[in-house]
């Protein structure tokens, strides 16, 4: 009889702990509840790529003159330059360019080492298609203008995470006067150039003083 009432008050505690444990469980659960989602509602709401985002390359005809640079830093000897020589006037004619973006990794070598600038990284990401062979973009398709996120009247721009002000986690409702925290390489290396021994002792700034530095002494 005793060892049966001793197995009835344990279970009973046993019961009770369970059910302050759920308890708390749950009201962690619901207090989450109150809060706002982070949450970015595509496509009526888009992150702004950062300055540096390699998105869809932009190519300029004009200025391109057909060195193969871009295919031998390519990692898979990715774009086609269609080139032949004028035995005339001996020199290269440019007769069209391409990169297969089904293909390309958008590593941006070709980009960092064309010698005349021809190549650029755009913001735009948006590339999906339903015929892969229509990602290859001839000249004339890597020329046009990219789509932007910050002109799409129909979109709600927000900061990444790296872009926003001192202390703010959420891009939603973020002024966009307010600068972002830190700041940007422009402003490091002018107040660098107005007060040249201000550099060393900027915390918080390391990394992007670092670059600075090196950049103007150059
Ligand atoms: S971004 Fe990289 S993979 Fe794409 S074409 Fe340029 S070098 Fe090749
Ligand atoms: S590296 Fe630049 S200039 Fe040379 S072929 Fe490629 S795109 Fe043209």
């Given at each position: 009889?005793?060892?049966f009432?001793?197995?009835?008050?344990?279970?009973?505690?046993?019961?009770v702990d369970?059910?302050r444990?759920?308890t708390?469980?749950?009201?962690?659960?619901?207090?989450h509840?109150?809060?706002?989602?982070?949450?970015?509602?595509?496509?009526?709401?888009?992150?702004?790529?950062?300055?540096?985002?390699r998105?869809?390359?932009?190519?300029?005809?004009?200025k391109?003159?057909?060195?193969?640079?871009?295919?031998?830093?390519?990692?898979?000897?990715?774009?086609?330059?269609?080139?032949?020589?004028?035995?005339?006037?001996?020199?290269?004619?440019?007769?069209?360019?391409?990169?297969?973006?089904?293909v390309?990794?958008?590593c941006?070598?070709?980009?960092?080492y064309?010698?005349t600038?021809?190549?650029?990284?755009?913001?735009?990401?948006?590339?999906?298609?339903?015929?892969r062979?229509?990602?290859?973009?001839?000249?004339?398709?890597?020329?046009r203008?990219?789509?932007?996120?910050?002109?799409?009247?129909?979109?709600?721009?927000?900061?990444?995470?790296?872009?926003?002000?001192?202390g703010?986690?959420?891009?939603h409702?973020?002024?966009?006067?307010?600068?972002?925290a830190?700041?940007?390489p422009?402003?490091?290396l002018?107040s660098?150039?107005?007060?040249?021994?201000?550099?060393?002792?900027d915390?918080?700034e390391?990394?992007?003083?670092?670059p600075?530095k090196?950049?103007?002494?150059?």
């Amino acid at each position: 009889m005793f060892g049966f009432l001793k197995q009835v008050g344990e279970y009973t505690r046993d019961a009770v702990d369970a059910a302050r444990n759920l308890t708390q469980g749950l009201a962690v659960t619901f207090d989450h509840m109150k809060r706002r989602p982070v949450t970015v509602q595509y496509p009526y709401e888009k992150l702004i790529p950062s300055e540096r985002y390699r998105g869809r390359i932009h190519y300029e005809f004009d200025k391109c003159i057909a060195c193969e640079v871009c295919v031998r830093v390519c990692p898979i000897n990715l774009p086609v330059v269609d080139w032949v020589m004028n035995k005339e006037t001996k020199k290269k004619e440019l007769r069209n360019y391409s990169i297969d973006f089904g293909v390309c990794i958008f590593c941006g070598n070709c980009v960092e080492y064309c010698p005349t600038n021809c190549l650029s990284m755009t913001e735009e990401y948006e590339l999906a298609a339903f015929d892969r062979h229509s990602l290859n973009f001839d000249n004339v398709a890597l020329g046009r203008l990219p789509t932007s996120v910050t002109t799409d009247p129909s979109v709600q721009p927000l900061r990444e995470l790296g872009y926003l002000p001192a202390g703010a986690m959420d891009p939603h409702g973020v002024p966009a006067d307010q600068p972002r925290a830190g700041r940007l390489p422009e402003q490091i290396l002018a107040s660098l150039s107005s007060n040249p021994g201000s550099g060393a002792g900027d915390g918080g700034e390391s990394s992007g003083s670092a670059p600075a530095k090196e950049e103007s002494a150059e």
